[in-house]
Antibody, heavy 121, light 109 residues
Framework: EVQLVESGGGLVQPGGSLRLSCAAS????????MSWVRQAPGKGLEWVSA????????YYADSVKGRFTISRDNSKNTLYLQMNSLRAEDTAVYYC??????????????WGQGTLVTVSS | EIVLTQSPGTLSLSPGERATLSCRAS???????LAWYQQKPGQAPRLLIY???SRATGIPDRFSGSGSGTDFTLTISRLEPEDFAVYYC??????????FGGGTKVEIK
């Protein structure tokens, strides 16, 4: 059974940093691209960042480029999102999601349950 | 960036009725690379449809997708109580800039 468990969310002040993790199990982690998708309270879905199965290619939404860094450790079956220079508008539930191929150019097959990030003073 | 516009914003229907949800793209979505997701309150989204018309594993056949180019439709043939939720379309034809529509809420009338 595919499982994705996010962690690392919490309350952080504007300008601060957080590192999110997504522990994966139930599938061959390195064979699939992964993404982070966020959802602000009461709002729709916004794709944030993606990484290929090998980790060799990464992609970012304009809204987070230069502030967020996606990475993965295929030996630990874990996806990460390092978030720096956080802003109030980054407040959201952050989901990790699996693409259906090693390329980060497809739809999302499975989603984790999400972790809440709140940026506030 | 391809912008997806979903309509209507809210659809008020009764169980057993047919639901028709629209997703319109600002430019043509190549190879019908469009997906639909269902999200219930407090839950993560769930994949329903990919490639505009292919049902994901375990999705009941009352859900169907159609369309091409810039106009896509999700149809729920007979609404079950568990189908009342928010539905999002997503394009992946203009990768890696993956974009979602704003969502359509299907509520009980």
């Amino acid at each position: 059974e595919v499982q994705l468990v996010e962690s690392g969310g919490g309350l952080v002040q504007p300008g601060g940093s957080l590192r999110l993790s997504c522990a994966a199990s139930g599938f061959t982690f390195s064979s699939y691209a992964m993404s982070w998708v966020r959802q602000a309270p009461g709002k729709g879905l916004e794709w944030v960042s993606a990484i290929s199965g090998s980790g060799g290619s990464t992609y970012y939404a304009d809204s987070v480029k230069g502030r967020f860094t996606i990475s993965r450790d295929n030996s630990k079956n874990t996806l990460y999102l390092q978030m720096n220079s956080l802003r109030a508008e980054d407040t959201a539930v952050y989901y990790c999601a699996i693409h259906d191929s090693p390329m980060a150019t497809t739809f999302f097959d499975y989603w984790g349950q999400g972790t809440l990030v709140t940026v506030s003073s | 960036e391809i912008v997806l516009t979903q309509s209507p914003g809210t659809l008020s229907l009764s169980p057993g009725e047919r639901a028709t949800l629209s997703c319109r793209a600002s430019q043509s979505v190549s190879s019908s690379y469009l997906a639909w997701y269902q999200q219930k309150p407090g839950q993560a989204p769930r994949l329903l449809i990919y490639g505009a018309s292919s049902r994901a594993t375990g999705i009941p056949d009352r859900f169907s997708g159609s369309g091409s180019g810039t106009d896509f439709t999700l149809t729920i043939s007979r609404l079950e109580p568990e189908d009342f939720a928010v539905y999002y379309c997503q394009q992946y034809g203009s990768s890696p800039r993956l974009t979602f529509g704003g969502g359509t809420k299907v509520e009980i009338k």
